[in-house]
Structure formats: structure tokens, C-alpha cells
């Protein structure tokens, strides 16, 4: 059974450039959630995704969106890229039954490193 | 605003002696409270959770914590401490009714010495 797989692990861009991060869900999961964890601190959740519509959003701007396509699957995209984006993003995903209960199961990464 | 406070950015132990990590929390509800732990590249694992039921919660790896609402704590311990609990532990905070938002401490980096 695989967990949550993103990808790329890792990658580097410039500023004022665009990334898209990718996330497949835990097998059975309907629910992705993306999170931003810069050096040194704890996750920041960036928005939740259900039923292909944004659910939720956390403190993030505009230029931060995301997508989840009909398989569950998720992508996260950047724009207009800053130094202050490098971080790891964290994929998260959980069924309709957890929900609501704080159980995630997080994939290990995207690694962006903005120069 | 919910919010979480890790008290100790690094902790070190010896093998076999206990552990303590501690958390305070700040919410004005009854908070659903999480510990989750990180490995070297290895994605976050939920460790314990704690949702308004028994307030001494025991989670995976012999992990406990007990939630007090006088001292808003949450403090995560373990009798005695193994090599493989080397890690990042993170304290988390959740609004269930919003969903799985949560919101996390910034960490605690657990130092194992044999």
C-alpha cells in the first residue's frame, strides 16, 4: 500500500519564476492538504483540497494556488517566485471518515530552493 | 487564534532515561491536541492524539502525554528513552470543526546519547 508520494524530492529555480509540486494521496484518500515548512519551524498549512474545489486556506497569497484532478491527486503551484519560498512542502492527505479528526498522513517532501 | 508553544527547541537524553517535551497551548475552546514526529527524511507521523476523552493519552512507541487544562499543557514523555526516538517532534493544535487545518509548534529536536 503506498503512502503519499510528491514529487520532485527536490529542485531548485530562481526568483520570479514558477513551480508545481505534485502529490499523490494514501490509497483511499479523497482529501490533500499542502503545507509550507521553512527552515528551522514547524509546518504552515497553505490550503485543503476536497471534491476537486479548495476547502480551506491558510494565511498564503494569491500566488500560491493548487488544483486536485478527479483521481485525488494534487498540485500544488507557485508564482513569481521569492528567496522566502524556499522550504520543504509537505503533502498531507486523509479519507472522508478522518477528516475531521487531525490524523494526516504526510508525504516526505518537495524541497525548493529559490535563488 | 490557537496557537502552540514548544518549550525547548533542543533536548538531549541519555539511552534508557526518561524523556520529557514539553507544550503549551493557547485556544479559546476545548482544543483537539496532537504530537507528531519527523525522522530524517521520513514524512510526519501522527505519535498521540488528544480529543476531549481520557486527558493521559498513549500513542505509538511508548509514548504518553497528559493534558492539563489548569496549566495548558501537554507535555509528551516516555519512561525511557530508546536510540530510535532520535527525531523532531512537533506539539499541533486543531479546530476540528475546520477541518484538518492544524497548526504546529515549531519543534523539538530530540538528541538520543548512548
Known amino acids: 500500500d503506498a503512502g503519499v508520494t510528491q514529487s520532485p524530492t527536490h529542485l531548485i529555480k530562481t526568483r520570479g519564476q514558477q513551480v508545481t509540486l505534485r502529490c499523490s494521496p494514501k490509497?483511499?484518500?479523497?482529501?490533500v492538504s499542502w503545507y509550507q515548512q521553512a527552515l528551522g519551524q514547524g509546518p504552515q498549512f497553505i490550503f485543503q483540497y476536497y471534491e476537486e474545489e479548495e476547502r480551506q486556506r491558510g494565511n498564503f497569497p494569491d500566488r500560491f494556488s493548487g488544483h486536485q484532478f478527479p483521481n485525488y491527486s494534487s498540485e500544488l503551484n507557485v508564482n513569481a517566485l521569492l528567496l522566502g519560498d524556499s522550504a520543504l512542502y509537505l503533502c498531507?492527505?486523509?479519507?472522508?471518515?478522518?477528516?475531521?479528526?487531525?490524523?494526516?498522513?504526510f508525504g516526505e517532501g518537495s524541497r525548493l530552493t529559490v535563488l | 487564534a490557537q496557537s502552540v508553544t514548544q518549550l525547548d527547541s533542543h533536548v538531549s537524553v541519555s539511552e534508557g532515561t526518561p524523556v520529557l517535551l514539553r507544550c503549551n497551548y493557547s485556544s479559546s475552546y476545548s482544543p483537539s491536541l496532537f504530537w507528531y514526529v519527523q525522522h530524517p527524511n521520513k514524512g510526519l507521523q501522527l505519535l498521540l492524539k488528544?480529543?476531549?476523552?481520557?486527558?493521559l493519552v498513549k500513542g505509538i512507541n511508548g509514548f504518553e502525554a497528559e493534558f492539563k487544562k489548569s496549566e495548558t499543557s501537554f507535555h509528551l514523555t516516555k519512561p525511557s528513552a530508546h536510540m530510535s526516538d532520535a527525531a523532531e517532534y512537533f506539539c499541533v493544535v486543531s479546530d476540528l470543526s475546520e477541518g484538518n487545518k492544524l497548526v504546529f509548534g515549531a519543534g523539538t529536536i530530540l538528541r538520543v546519547k548512548s
Open positions: 490509497s483511499g484518500h479523497d482529501t
Open positions: 498531507a492527505s486523509s479519507s472522508a471518515v478522518l477528516r475531521n479528526t487531525g490524523e494526516l498522513f
Open positions: 488528544y480529543t476531549s476523552a481520557a486527558t
